[in-house]
């Protein structure tokens, strides 16, 4: 069985400052981490691994400085790793990252995807199902237990508002886990003394034959205009009763705010 | 201070100071609370390859020495002396083996303890057998192809979580300290229970309890070395264990000194922070020549340890000695410095007080290392006459 594990490298924080005129992540002079979701997910790969013999590679999109990051997997136990990385791909929206990631995807071969929820920088949490849309292959978002795993299909626990969904899907299959998932492993010194001498392999455009006009900045069709945190809502009211009384109630309500 | 360092040793290092920083300093103070042991820390060190530092790689270890484990010793202590008291007893339990164990032996168990997957213990003090371990009253007869022990050991660290047990007993106690032997026991042997958890004053992460033998009957083939040779077995243990002591002892102090120069900066009294006080300074100053002093001593001794010398005991009881001696004034002048802040709970630093006594009483008192340093100061003056 073969596992890829996306991981992004972030800022150390989770207060990222916005430049107020290009509406994009200010960066400089903060440390990078491995997105905190992405552990989890790495987690997840490496227990797959023991329990079923898996082979796991970790991939990442980003300038070379990313290889750190990829080196902190390959510690954890990682088998190997795969740094995409090209000018081309700079200044990619989710939808060219995704679009790029899914490329490379195909092209190592993939059972079982794995990805953080979201990224604590951007927060959008799109580029992990947007890969399995990509790749035309089935997604679980928001998984909180892996129950089991057949040769063809896995079951999975999806963490909802309230309780959690048990859900089926074929293989090869996009999971993106939330932290509940498990508690990420410690490097080990002989995954450190590996990571050390290993060589990363680095995958150009050129290498996955992509069409220069979907990466980056000019394949990006998101226009940032403006961020900001959505007002939770948290008011909502219970109907009960029989259907008939329940679609009365219904239309009283909607009649005294003036919807109808 | 730079130690010239290798790239692995700094790494070791590291990795030791990010388990302590990241998984034990925040639960220190509720395992010392609740006299718990540390086993989900246990389990970050053994992901770690830390119970591996040591042993050689062909058992799945890494290879490295004395230096590498004091390296790691000292960053856990740093943080709590229970958890690192855990994880150095392991060590002490393990150098038998590493020592003294047949192909075989070490074939069945350094893998499972390299890989942390089994924890050790070393059993040699009983009621009646502290500094004098000559008075051990713990028999292991001979009977066919088995040994049955008979008797109890006291105060064993890692008593009861261990799953291996190196104990010394006496096969011919008409033969004196040439009548002891060491064997190793495994858990769950008949005939092998535990006895109290002992309560103490510090270290209360740590578990300490008795080993109580009653006609346990142990393979034959678990004899380390041969027999009779029980006390060489324990003593070159000893020798070998030592200087992580004194690693214990160079990071707690590191610890405690590192809490009162924080505290001291930002401590306002008749209107200045304490540390622009003289008294303070000196103190600060004093804790500081103590500690460099200790470190350089440890790690000098513990590359001394790894060129393969074999008069190791009298330099590595020096560095047990001096190294835990200053832990215990350092700790104690640390909370001093902290004032009423630092007798209460809410800090690290008396716990780390209570902890640090410990060291001056295991593997050795202080007293006892003294003796031995002399034994070999007498041997030394004679030579020379």
């Not at chain 1, 997910?41 to 082979?55: G, P």
């Not at chain 1, 403006?226 to 948290?234: G, L, Q, R, T, V």
């Not at chain 2, 058992?59 to 390296?71: F, P, R, S, T």
Request: aromatic share 6%; hydrophobic share 40%; glycine share 8%.
């Amino acid at each position: 069985m073969k596992i890829i594990v996306c991981i992004k490298q972030v800022p150390d924080t989770s207060e990222v400052r916005i430049n107020p005129e290009t509406n994009t992540l200010i960066r400089d002079g903060v440390p990078s981490i491995i997105n905190p979701f992405d552990l989890h997910a790495v987690e997840a790969a490496l227990s797959i691994k023991d329990a079923l013999n898996a082979e796991v590679t970790v991939l990442t999109m980003g300038p070379p400085q990313a290889e750190v990051s990829l080196k902190e997997v390959i510690a954890m136990g990682a088998d190997a790793a795969v740094l995409l990385t090209d000018r081309a791909f700079a200044g990619s929206d989710t939808w060219a990252t995704a679009y790029t990631l899914a490329a490379a995807i195909k092209f190592l071969g993939a059972d079982i995807v794995l990805c953080g929820k979201q990224a604590i920088d951007g927060d959008t949490a799109q580029v992990g199902p947007a890969i399995a849309e990509f790749m035309d292959i089935p997604h679980i978002s928001y998984v909180s237990k892996i129950e089991s795993i057949s040769g063809d299909s896995i079951t999975v626990r999806r963490l909802m508002d309230e309780g959690y969904d048990i859900v089926e899907a074929p293989l090869p299959v996009l999971l993106t886990v939330v932290k509940e998932l498990n508690q990420p492993r410690m490097a080990s010194l002989k995954g450190k003394m590996r990571a050390k001498k290993l060589e990363i392999r680095r995958l150009t455009y050129k290498d996955l034959s992509l069409d220069e006009n979907n990466l980056g900045l000019k394949g990006s069709p998101t226009r940032v205009k403006n961020i900001f945190a959505p007002e939770m809502k948290k008011d909502r009211i219970v109907i009960g009763g029989t259907p008939e009384e329940q679609t009365d109630e219904l239309i009283s309500i909607l009649k005294a705010i003036k919807c109808i | 201070m730079d130690y010239f360092l290798d790239e692995d040793q700094v790494m070791i290092r590291d990795t030791a100071r990010q388990i302590a920083e990241e998984k034990i300093v925040p639960v220190r103070a509720e395992l010392d609370e609740k006299e718990q042991f540390p086993s989900e820390i246990i389990k970050f060190l053994a992901q770690a390859d830390m119970f591996g530092l040591f042993i050689p790689e062909e058992y799945g270890g890494l290879g490295k020495g004395a230096l590498e484990l004091c390296l790691a010793v000292e960053e856990l202590s740093r943080a709590c002396l229970g958890v690192s008291t855990s994880y150095a007893a392991n060590a002490l339990g393990t150098y038998p083996i590493l020592l003294f164990g047949t192909e075989e032996q070490k074939k069945k168990y350094l893998p499972d303890i390299a890989s942390g997957k089994r924890l050790v213990a070393f059993g040699l003090t009983e009621a009646n057998a502290g500094s004098d371990a000559a008075g051990i009253q713990t028999t292991a007869t001979k009977s066919g192809t088995e040994y049955i022990l008979n008797g109890t050991k006291q105060w064993i660290t890692n008593g009861g979580e261990a799953e291996i047990y190196t104990v010394i007993a006496m096969t011919d106690k008409s033969r004196g300290a040439r009548g002891a032997s060491a064997l190793i026991v495994e858990k769950d042997t008949p005939g092998f229970t535990f006895g109290k958890k002992e309560k103490k004053m510090g270290i209360r992460a740590s578990s300490t309890c008795e080993l109580v033998f009653d006609d346990c009957h142990v393979p034959k083939d678990n004899i380390l070395g041969r027999d009779g040779m029980g006390f060489i077995v324990a003593m070159k243990t000893l020798d070998k264990s030592r200087t992580g002591v004194g690693a214990q002892g160079v990071g707690v102090a590191q610890g405690a000194f590192e809490e009162a120069g924080k505290f001291a900066r930002s401590r306002v009294q008749f209107e200045k922070p304490i540390i622009s006080f003289q008294a303070i300074q000196h103190m600060l100053a004093d804790m500081a020549i103590q500690i460099e002093a200790a470190r350089a001593l440890v790690y000098s001794v513990a590359r001394y340890v790894d060129s393969g010398a074999k008069d190791i005991t009298k330099v590595s009881a020096i560095a047990k000695t001096f190294a835990t001696d200053i832990a215990m004034r350092v700790t104690t002048d640390a909370l001093q410095v902290m004032g009423g802040s630092g007798y209460m709970r809410d800090y690290p630093v008396e716990k780390m007080m209570r902890d640090a006594k410990i060291l001056q009483i295991y593997e050795g008192t202080n007293q006892i290392q003294r003796n031995v340093i002399c034994q070999s100061l007498i041997k030394e003056f004679s030579r020379n006459v």
